[in-house]
C-alpha cells in the first residue's frame, strides 16, 4: 500500500523569526495513515499553543484533517489525548500556551490514542 | 479466462483475494488499513480498478480510501460529511429526541455508469453523493426531510445500509435504513416516498406502522428493478410493484430472522439468505450453517449444506457480508463473524473454504475481472 504524507519538506535550519519549532509524535494509526516517522518536527507561529501544534499537524498532513479534532466541530476526538511533560493537556482549551519545554523542542507533544479496548 | 477479486472488508482492515477464474484458489493480497475497522470496499462496474473503501476507528473516525490500481495503492479522498441545513433531532434507543450526528460510512454505491459518481450511507442515517470520485460530498437532504424526527437505531445503530440503483433508469433509487425502514426516490433522491407497506413489525405499538422496521438488507436482479427482496428483523420479504407492497414469503425457512439478502446473477427468482436462530442468538439454528436457497422467488425454501460446518457452528454472516458474482455458474460467497470466508462456484450446490483465518467479516464484494 502506498500513501500520501511523508516526512514534511525540509526547512532552512532553525525556526525564523516569530516561529517556534516544536517536536511531536502521532498514534501509530495516524502515523501509517499519514506515513509519518514516530516523530515529526513542526514549525508552529507564535504564541505556541495547543492549538497551533495541531494546526500544524493537520497543515502538514491534510490527510489526517478529521482524525485528532473532528471536522463539523473543530472539537478534539473523544479518543484522543494530548500529553507533555507528564501532564494531560488534553481538557485545556486550545489558545492554552505549550509548556516551555515544549515549545523550545526539548520535550516532545504526544498524541495518543485513549485505551479503549478495540 | 475471466478472474475474480474479492473485496473484503474485516473489523482490522481490507484483504482483496484473487482468483483466476476457476474459483478454487486464491491468493490473499493485505491487510490494507491493518487496524481499521472497514465497513465496505467497493469498485466501480464501469472501471474495476476503480475502488473505494470506507475504514474508521473509535478514535480517528471515517477516512475514506481511493484507488485507481484494483487495490495496490490507495489515497485519502474527502472526509467531509456534513448534514444539510439544520439536522434537528432523530429518536433515540429510549424514545427521546436525540441530535444528528455523523459517526461513519457504511455502504458505498458507485454508478453503474461512471467510477466518479457514487453514494454513500451514513450513521446516522443519511445519503449521501460524490460526483467527484470521493473528493467532496453533499447529503441528500430529502431522504431525512420527511419522517426522519421519527427514526430510532437498531442494535448496530441507525444506519444507511442498502442503496440500489436501477441500471436502466437512475433517477430511480432504492435505500434501507436500520430501524427505520425502506425508501424509493424517482427522480434521483430529490424526494422520496417510504416503501413499507404490508409490513408487520410486532416491536413496534402499530405492527403495520409505515416507519420503524427494521429492514436488514433488499435485494434486486437488475433486469427486474421492480421486484425487490427484503430481510427484515423477522421476515424475509418480496415486493413487484416497486416496494409499494410487501408480502411474506419466510415459507419452510427453519428461522426468518437473518441479516443478508442476494438474488443470483442470471436467475431473478433465485434467491439466498442465511438463517440465524432469532434476534438474540445471532447463531445458525442447530449450530449447522446453512445457507438457504429458493428458486421459487420465496415461500419454498431448500439447505445448502455441502462444505458448510454442520456441527458446533455459532457464527454469523452480517448483512454486507454476501455477495454474489457474473460467471456461468454463477459464483457465490459470504464472510461470517468468525472470519471465515466461504465460496461456490456452482450457485450454492457445493461450498469450499477460502484458506485463511481473517478478523470478522464485515463486507464482502465480489468483482469479475477480463
Known amino acids: 500500500m502506498t500513501k500520501e504524507g511523508g516526512s514534511p519538506p525540509a526547512g532552512p535550519a532553525g525556526p525564523g523569526k516569530g516561529e517556534r519549532e516544536v517536536r ?56 484522543i489525548r494530548y500529553l507533555a511533560c507528564g501532564e494531560d493537556l488534553s481538557h485545556r482549551p486550545e489558545s492554552t500556551p505549550l509548556p516551555e519545554p515544549v515549545a523550545s523542542g526539548q520535550e516532545v507533544f504526544n498524541v495518543i490514542g485513549a485505551i479503549s479496548g478495540g | ?29 493485505g491487510p ?6 472497514v465497513l465496505h470496499v467497493q469498485g466501480s462496474p464501469a472501471d474495476p480498478d476503480r475502488l473505494y473503501a470506507s475504514t474508521w476507528t473509535d478514535w480517528h473516525g471515517q477516512v475514506i480510501h481511493r484507488s485507481e490500481d484494483g487495490g495496490r495503492s490507495w489515497e485519502v479522498v474527502g472526509n467531509e460529511f456534513a448534514y444539510e441545513g439544520e439536522p434537528g433531532t432523530h429518536l433515540w434507543y429510549d424514545g427521546t429526541p436525540h441530535p444528528w450526528e455523523f459517526k461513519r460510512i457504511w455502504h458505498f454505491q458507485v454508478s453503474p455508469h461512471d467510477p466518479d459518481t457514487l453514494f454513500a450511507g451514513a450513521e446516522d442515517a443519511a445519503l449521501f453523493r460524490s460526483g467527484d470520485g470521493g473528493r467532496s460530498w453533499r447529503e441528500l437532504p430529502a431522504l431525512r426531510a420527511q419522517t426522519g424526527s421519527e427514526w430510532q437505531p437498531g442494535a448496530g445503530g441507525l444506519c444507511l445500509h442498502t442503496i440500489l440503483i436501477d441500471p436502466g433508469n437512475p433517477d430511480r433509487m432504492y435505500v434501507a435504513i436500520s430501524a427505520a425502514g425502506a425508501f424509493r426516490s424517482d427522480d434521483g433522491g430529490a424526494s422520496w416516498k417510504v416503501t413499507t407497506g404490508g409490513l408487520e413489525s410486532e416491536f413496534l405499538p402499530k405492527p403495520e406502522a409505515e416507519v420503524g422496521h427494521c429492514v436488514h438488507k433488499l435485494a434486486m436482479h437488475p433486469s427486474r428493478p421492480d421486484t425487490l427482496f427484503m430481510q427484515k428483523h ?40 442465511v438463517p440465524i436462530l432469532s434476534d438474540m442468538e445471532h447463531y445458525p439454528p442447530d449450530g449447522r450453517l446453512r445457507v438457504y436457497r429458493s428458486r421459487t422467488g420465496g415461500h419454498e425454501w431448500e439447505a445448502l449444506t455441502r462444505g458448510l460446518p454442520q456441527k458446533d457452528c455459532f457464527v454469523n454472516v452480517l448483512r454486507d457480508a454476501f455477495a454474489v458474482d457474473t460467471l456461468d455458474p454463477c459464483g ?34 465480489a468483482q469479475v475481472l477480463p
Not at chain 2, 482492515?13 to 491468493?27: C, D, P, Q, T, V
Open chain 2, 234 to 273: 423477522w421476515d424475509v420479504c418480496r415486493s413487484d410493484d416497486a416496494g409499494d407492497h410487501w408480502t411474506e414469503v419466510s415459507g419452510n425457512l427453519p428461522s426468518d430472522f437473518g441479516f443478508p439478502i442476494a438474488v443470483h446473477a442470471h436467475e431473478p427468482e433465485t434467491v439466498y439468505v
Open chain 1, 24 to 79: 511531536v509524535s502521532l498514534p501509530g494509526h495516524l502515523r501509517n495513515l499519514a506515513d509519518a516517522p514516530p516523530e515529526v518536527a513542526l514549525r508552529i507561529p507564535e504564541p505556541a499553543t495547543i492549538g497551533a501544534v495541531v494546526n500544524a499537524i493537520e497543515m502538514t498532513y491534510p490527510m489526517l484533517r478529521g482524525t485528532i479534532r473532528e471536522i463539523e466541530t473543530g472539537k478534539r476526538r473523544a479518543y
Open chain 2, 332 to 365: 457465490i460467497y459470504f464472510g461470517t463473524t468468525g472470519g471465515q470466508v466461504y465460496a461456490s462456484d456452482d450457485a450454492g450446490d457445493h461450498w469450499e473454504e477460502i484458506p485463511g483465518s481473517f478478523p470478522r467479516v464485515l463486507s464482502v464484494e
Open chain 2, 32 to 37: 490494507h488499513f491493518g487496524g481499521w475497522e
Open chain 2, 1 to 29: 479466462m475471466p478472474k475474480v477479486r474479492l473485496l473484503l472488508g474485516t473489523r482490522k482492515g481490507a484483504f482483496i483475494l484473487n482468483s483466476k477464474g476457476n474459483r478454487k484458489e486464491w491468493r490473499v493480497d
